[in-house]
Nanobody, 125 residues
């Protein structure tokens, strides 16, 4: 069983930064594709970023390119999302997701079998 637990959300002013973490339980974390999605109030959950398990490949949504940077620490079974230059439109619940299929790239909701409970990010103007 794979469990994901996000942390690091909070309230920040526009232009500020936050770093989200996602701790993953599971012996094969190093072979999972990991991703972040977000869901703003009243809107659908959308893709933010994904990180392939091998070779450092990453994929970002256009709306966050140049501002958000993801990374993973396989030794700690943790994936991170560094969010800089935050905007009010980044306000959302951020979810961590994992996929063990080995397929790349993966940026659709249905591609991911495992999800965390989410962490709230609120950016004030």
């Amino acid at each position: 069983q794979v469990q994901l637990v996000e942390s690091g959300g909070g309230l920040v002013q526009a232009g500020g930064s936050l770093r989200l973490s996602c701790a993953v339980s599971g012996r094969t974390f190093s072979t999972y594709t990991m991703a972040w999605f977000r869901q703003a109030p009243g809107k659908e959950r959308t893709f933010v970023a994904a990180f392939y398990w091998s070779g450092g490949s990453t994929y970002y949504a256009d709306s966050v390119k140049g501002r958000f940077t993801g990374s993973r620490d396989n030794a700690k079974n943790t994936v991170y999302l560094q969010m800089n230059s935050l905007k009010p439109e980044d306000t959302a619940v951020y979810y961590c997701a994992a996929d063990g299929s080995g397929i790349w790239p993966r940026f659709r909701l249905g591609d991911y079998a495992y999800w965390g409970q989410g962490t709230q990010v609120t950016v004030s103007s």
